[in-house]
């Protein structure tokens, strides 16, 4: 097999990095090249489940008040917290970032295995240091009234919700200083794919 490439797609909430992830699964499989996505939303979400061992440090920070009915870690509750709080927003990225850094390197060591390419679509791609982990990285760039709008309808959300959400995070221009490629992505799906195709099309050839 060729030797596996990893490109890491991150960006601000409501910039498209799932969109941009799958484009890139498809005109690869279109090549002939075998892709997967790496979701860290999906691995971050298991870190939360009541046996992982996040699960008491975070609930720990927190109390019992974000936990569920069955003692599960409600997600919304901790989002609605931290969102508004950037210090208990620092607090619970030191708590699980470590959790998923490691989950998501030991995942990604596996499929770099089976796949030649492997899509990092992750929030915080920086911020966890798993950049480092990256051949190329894709930053997402849309303007701020279009993000807000996408989480509103994403996450179901209010105007004053999605604008936390984004202000918690860090600025395009502070990503943009690790980005090999940046996409400009404010709604327009054909003109995006052509972004992709092209940039993926000088990586494979």
């Given at each position: 097999?060729?030797?596996?490439?990893?490109?890491?797609?991150?960006?601000?909430?409501?910039?498209?990095?799932?969109?941009?992830?799958?484009?890139?699964v498809g005109y690869?499989?279109?090549?002939?090249?075998?892709?997967?996505?790496?979701?860290?939303?999906?691995?971050?979400?298991?870190?939360?489940?009541?046996?992982?061992?996040?699960?008491?440090?975070?609930?720990?920070?927190?109390?019992?008040?974000?936990?569920?009915?069955?003692?599960?870690?409600?997600?919304?509750?901790?989002?609605?917290?931290?969102?508004?709080?950037?210090?208990?927003?620092?607090?619970?990225?030191?708590?699980?970032?470590?959790?998923?850094?490691?989950?998501?390197?030991?995942?990604?060591?596996?499929?770099?295995?089976e796949y030649e390419?492997?899509?990092?679509?992750?929030?915080?791609?920086?911020?966890?240091?798993?950049?480092?982990?990256?051949?190329?990285?894709?930053?997402?760039?849309?303007?701020?009234?279009?993000?807000?709008?996408?989480?509103?309808?994403?996450?179901?959300?209010?105007?004053?919700?999605?604008?936390?959400?984004?202000?918690?995070?860090?600025?395009?221009?502070?990503?943009?200083?690790?980005?090999?490629?940046?996409?400009?992505?404010?709604?327009?799906?054909?003109?995006?794919?052509?972004?992709?195709?092209?940039?993926?099309?000088?990586?494979?050839?």
């Amino acid at each position: 097999m060729t030797l596996s490439r990893v490109i890491g797609v991150t960006g601000n909430s409501g910039s498209g990095k799932s969109l941009v992830s799958s484009l890139i699964v498809g005109y690869a499989k279109e090549r002939g090249v075998t892709a997967v996505i790496l979701d860290a939303d999906k691995i971050a979400h298991g870190v939360l489940l009541k046996n992982s061992p996040a699960y008491p440090e975070v609930v720990g920070l927190f109390g019992d008040k974000i936990l569920d009915a069955d003692g599960e870690i409600n997600r919304k509750k901790i989002a609605e917290i931290v969102f508004s709080n950037k210090e208990m927003l620092a607090k619970h990225t030191a708590i699980t970032h470590k959790y998923i850094a490691k989950l998501m390197t030991d995942r990604l060591n596996e499929l770099k295995k089976e796949y030649e390419i492997v899509v990092m679509d992750v929030p915080l791609l920086i911020e966890a240091n798993l950049h480092r982990e990256c051949d190329y990285v894709w930053l997402l760039s849309s303007e701020y009234d279009t993000k807000v709008t996408r989480i509103i309808s994403r996450d179901n959300l209010s105007y004053e919700q999605a604008k936390a959400r984004i202000s918690s995070q860090n600025t395009q221009a502070a990503l943009s200083a690790y980005a090999d490629f940046i996409l400009e992505n404010n709604g327009n799906i054909r003109e995006l794919l052509v972004l992709v195709t092209d940039e993926l099309h000088r990586i494979l050839n």
